[in-house]
């Protein structure tokens, strides 16, 4: 997973110094972006669920903390 977030942000920078070098407008690129980091963090999620041995209970906490550090940044 971290190979294919090391290949979006190198392809995505290149692609911007390449636009605004030629001056081109990246507004519309913002639905795009959101769109791939909610599923970035939700595909994540999912595998810290998967691959992380079993704490206590179940990978239920790990859900809850998850999306508390989420609620938590974005309300700040």
Request: charge should be negative.
């Amino acid at each position: 997973c971290s190979i294919t977030i090391v290949v979006l942000c190198v392809s995505l920078t290149v692609y911007t110094f390449w636009a605004a070098k030629r001056g081109y407008d990246l507004n519309f690129l913002g639905p795009f972006l959101f769109g791939a980091l909610i599923v970035l963090v939700a595909f994540a999620m999912i595998q810290v669920t998967l691959l992380v041995p079993n704490l206590e209970d179940s990978g239920d906490d790990l859900w809850f903390l998850g999306i508390g550090n989420i609620l938590r940044v974005h309300s700040l």
